[in-house]
């Protein structure tokens, strides 16, 4: 059974870094499309970065954060940095299925506080 497992989350001062990382376990074939997303309580859950065909970020990351991958460790990164109280959130990975028709995954979520 597949499962991704994020890592990196914590309490950090306005200004500081932290990198997340999302591992998928179980998985028989390598995750190509990853993304980051957060969400704060109340509100609706925010597309943070992407990678894989496509590297993007939210406009509110630009400059600050970095997406990656590791293909040989199934492993997505997010490098933040500058970071600000309103980066507080809780940060999920996502990994689009590479077959068609199945349910894609998700993280359980860690936890990111940036105090002022």
């Known amino acids: 059974q597949v499962q991704l497992v994020e890592s990196g989350g914590g309490l950090v001062q306005a200004g500081g870094s932290l990198r997340l990382s999302c591992a998928a376990s179980g998985a028989l074939f390598t995750f190509n499309d990853w993304a980051w997303h957060r969400q704060v309580p109340g509100k609706q859950r925010e597309l943070v970065?992407?990678?894989?065909?496509?590297?993007t970020y939210a406009d509110s990351v630009k400059g600050r954060f970095t997406i990656s991958k590791e293909n040989g460790r199934n492993t997505v990164y997010l490098q933040m940095t500058s970071l600000k109280p309103e980066d507080t959130a809780v940060y999920y990975c996502?990994?689009?299925?590479?077959?068609?028709?199945?349910?894609?995954?998700w993280g359980q979520g860690t936890q990111v506080t940036v105090s002022s």
């Open positions: 996502y990994a689009k299925n590479p077959y068609r028709g199945y349910p894609d995954f």
């Open positions: 970065a992407t990678v894989g065909s496509l590297t």
